[in-house]
């Protein structure tokens, strides 16, 4: 009796929801990226064995350039807008919808208050060559502590964190900090590098 012959198909793989996958994770990460913005200065901060990491969000960043330089960072596009119009309060400046929506997206920033309209007014890459004086910290003309004082109150949850530069005076690192002391900052971050392991030879 002869043989029954069994018609063999070529197996198939259905790559379609592979591919639907793929485009899901692609959106996803694009939609939820954050891009660090471009810093107006650049901080070479001292290293240190602490792994601890600051959250992501509700951070008030003070730093500290090698020449003494001081800048202010708040993240919060919306809360950066109400903070600018309670400073314009304090010191009697009138701040427009469209000054406070470019402040709202700046990055770390370190103009007194009184030059910030100027400052807002010129266009993005303008912006990045302007050699910024940094914010007064001095003991007749401390902004710095209006800043701070404003951010909490715009913001209560914020952390307050400091990134100095490895070569900062320290004169001016101690006026930072006591400036947070004497507006009841007693708890605050100094943001460093993971210090390197030394491997065994």
């Known amino acids: 009796m002869g043989k029954v012959k069994v018609h063999r198909t070529q197996p198939s793989l259905d790559m379609t929801p ?3 996958l793929a485009f899901l994770l692609v959106t996803f990460f694009m939609l939820t990226t954050k891009f660090a913005p471009e810093e107006p200065l650049a ?6 064995t602490s792994e601890i990491r600051l959250p992501e969000t509700d951070i008030l960043t003070i730093s500290i350039s090698s020449d003494g330089i001081v ?4 993240d919060g596009k919306y809360n950066r807008a109400d903070l600018l119009e ?6 009697q400046i ?5 000054e406070r929506n470019k402040f709202a ?15 807002l007014d010129l266009d993005t890459e303008s912006r990045k060559h302007v050699e910024q004086p940094g914010i007064p910290c001095d003991s007749l003309n401390n902004q710095l502590a209006d800043w701070v004082i404003f951010s909490r109150m715009t913001n209560p949850k914020l952390r307050i964190a400091i990134k100095g530069d490895r070569d900062s005076n320290y004169p ?3 006026k930072v900090i006591n400036t947070l002391i004497d507006n009841r900052v007693t708890r605050f971050n100094l943001i460093t590098n993971m210090e390197k392991s030394q491997k065994p030879s």
Do not use: A
């Not at 309670?86 to 010191?91: D, E, N, R, S």
């Open 172 to 174: 001016i690192v101690e």
């Open 43 to 48: 901080v070479d901060m001292p290293t240190s």
């Open 86 to 91: 309670k400073m314009g309060q304090k010191y």
């Open 105 to 119: 997206l700046l990055p770390s920033m370190g103009v007194p208050i009184q030059s910030m309209k100027q400052f």
């Open 94 to 98: 009138q701040f427009t919808e469209e």
């Open 71 to 74: 800048f202010f960072n708040m």
């Open 18 to 20: 592979m591919v639907d």
